[in-house]
């Protein structure tokens, strides 16, 4: 994480310098001082806020709150930001503790300069772990934050609360009961989370949120100059036949004659999602499990590109194979 830290005093100054040259692998901490910057801090921050991942003010807490408060946007944007006074007492995480990892970083530095961490979200001084905090750890999406929140409250005050989920992770709080089956849920509970690839969920009649695991592969062939418009509907199209999440897409899979192709490039951009580039290799031991074309054979050396790809992606495959205007889809979990 990129983290800019600013000092006001000399002795916040030569804090600042100390933060600045603590070696870690995860922070990357540049130090500015109010007085060597044109402007101030609160000219540079008006040009340089999307530029971090998040901000250590050694100052008053009412200096950081003045400041940030024209760049606040919402809990899954706003970038941490932690408060140290500039004697090193105490390190308080006051903004996106939980998404933006202030909580994380207020703990960590803490211990380096042998200070007090103040945390006052309400879960973690409970144990536990809050609806974003699973979902960050696990890189979940979030569904819908305004859901996420009411679960997370129903949490902290204790109510019971269900887990339906396609995965082993389970959620560090005490009160849970695993799900088998959303619509038809037996204990008595208060509310739900949902972790799940599948789409029309049916209805549910008590509080719950949706977090989207990323555990969709998607192996693709196509005609050579696609358009990426066609392979975005074509991936669209395949998994709404499977009431499958767009947003669980992990990986597009192709063969290396294709890796150049930009409508499967803008596709894997569009779906914010990596590509994965097979070699023929990787294609010609496993070729027999699935249906053949001797065209696709002659023409790229392998008799199948989509199955095999999405197979080697994720062993369980959804679809074999579907066509979409000049579009092969399979899709593998």
Known sequence: MRLASFSFTQLGNKL?????????????????????IHGGIKKYIDSHWNEYDGFIFISAT???????????????RDPAVVVVDDMGQFVISLLSGHIGSANDISKWLAKEIDAIPVITTASDNRGMDAVDVFAKRNNYLIEDMKSAKEITSLMVNWKKIG?????????NYENIEIIKDVNSIEANIDGLIIVTSKEDLGEINIPYTILRPKNINIGIGCRKGIDSEIVIEAIDA????????????????????????????KAAEHFNCPIKIFTLKDLLPIEEKFQKSQFVKDTIGVYSVSEPCAYLLGEELITRKSRFNGVTISISK
């Open 16 to 36: 600042g310098e100390k933060i600045s040259k603590i070696q870690n692998t995860k922070y990357n901490i540049a130090h500015f001082n109010n007085s060597n």
């Open 238 to 265: 395949a998994l709404k036949e499977k009431h499958l999440s767009p947003k669980c897409i992990k990986t597009l899979g192709t063969v290396e004659v294709k890796k150049f192709e930009i409508g499967i490039i």
């Open 62 to 76: 009412g200096i950081a709150v003045r400041i940030i408060n024209p760049y606040i946007e919402s809990k899954t």
């Open 163 to 171: 887990l339906y989920t396609e995965d082993e992770n389970r959620i």
